[in-house]
């Protein structure tokens, strides 16, 4: 069993330990993280990597709210923008090491804009310099983004929530509930995925999805790079209609995740269609037919925002599968290290 497997397996217990702390022990500070947000007129979020996959999980919150934010991969926001007054900036990083994530300290020390951080590394330099840290106190991964990537998702996901004023008892237990069907889930996709006819070793692979799930499928695309060492691409299932569809043809691969709330049925029509021009089809999402196309991945009930927890297992799953099959080492990385820390040229 690969050390990536055996992140994937405990990730569901992992992340209700997460939730736990977040809403009982931690709970003080996560309300004083949401203070700084109502307080402030501009929001930025930023990460780098599976990090900023988790802000696309956070900003999908303040969307829905009605209040507008600012996501921004780190190494851009450093190099390419200038922070406003009265700004907040939260910085999602599992280690708080990173070169782009130090340099935006000091963006927003030299704009006065409040920092608030989400890491699992309490000694970083993110954490000592933040105004709020919310930690995620959890085990780290062996070295692929698995609960670390979930995790900040999570927590960051519970701020948007506690700043919006949308945080209660009930929505915490169907996270735990959903988190606990996941953890039950997973014997039944893994024997999905081992029989499945969709992977194929060098297949061009493009993953589609609305909203959060934005997230999701923009993750599992560095999934297949990093554990699998394939190349993929993530796109919004609407966009991709426009322009991209002209690469469909047989032997393509294709992962949906279908939206709880938009266009479900739509999408459904649009993995039927795929399938018709030859393509191989991967979905994911809750209520659709076994039939549906060559890999159905159901996943538990949760709360419409928050199918982003769920919906990315089966997906970890997978890029554990492909890795297999290609014969990648999904336990190494070749060139890049745990941390990157430098800027310029490849960082091995």
């Not at 951080?117 to 840290?133: F, G, Q, Y």
């Amino acid at each position: 069993m690969t050390q990536y497997l055996q992140d994937i397996l405990r990730e569901a217990d992992e992340l209700s330990g997460i939730l736990a702390f977040t809403t009982g022990e931690g709970r003080q500070a996560l309300e004083a993280a949401a203070t700084i947000l109502r307080d402030v007129q501009h929001i930025y979020i930023t990460g780098i990597g599976s990090s900023w996959h988790a802000g696309m999980a956070v900003r999908a919150f303040f969307d829905r709210a009605a209040r507008p934010v600012h996501l921004v991969d780190a190494s851009e926001l450093v190099h390419s923008y200038a922070l406003p007054p009265n700004s907040a900036v939260l910085v999602l990083s599992r280690s708080g090491r990173s070169i782009e994530v130090v340099q935006a300290l000091d963006l927003a020390a030299r704009a006065g804009a409040k920092v608030i951080a989400v890491t699992n590394a309490p000694d970083s330099p993110l954490s000592a310099r933040a105004n709020a840290v919310l930690q995620l106190r959890a085990r780290f991964d062996h070295n692929v983004s698995v609960t670390m990537y979930t995790g900040l998702a999570l927590v960051g996901g519970l701020l948007a929530v506690a700043c919006l004023n949308a945080l209660t008892p009930e929505l915490i237990q169907h996270i735990e509930a959903a988190l606990r069907s996941t953890n039950a889930a997973i014997p039944r996709w893994r024997a999905l995925i081992e029989e499945s006819v969709w992977f194929e070793a060098d297949a061009p692979t493009y993953f589609l999805a609305r909203g959060a799930g934005l997230a999701t499928c923009n993750e599992c695309r560095l999934l297949w790079e990093e554990a699998a060492k394939a190349p993929a691409t993530a796109l919004t299932t609407g966009g991709f209609r426009h322009g991209p569809q002209e690469v469909v043809r047989e032997g393509l691969r294709v992962g949906l995740w279908l939206h709880p709330d938009v266009l479900h049925r739509s999408d459904l029509v649009l993995a039927r269609d795929l399938e018709s021009h030859g393509a191989k089809v991967m979905v994911v999402g809750r209520d659709v037919p076994t039939d549906a196309a060559t890999l159905v991945l159901s996943v538990p009930p949760v709360p419409p925002q928050w199918q982003f927890l769920t919906e990315i297992v089966p997906a970890q799953l997978a890029a554990e599968r492909l890795a297999r099959l290609r014969g990648a080492d999904c336990d190494s990385f070749r060139l890049c290290p745990y941390v990157v820390e430098s800027e310029g040229g490849l960082a091995d």
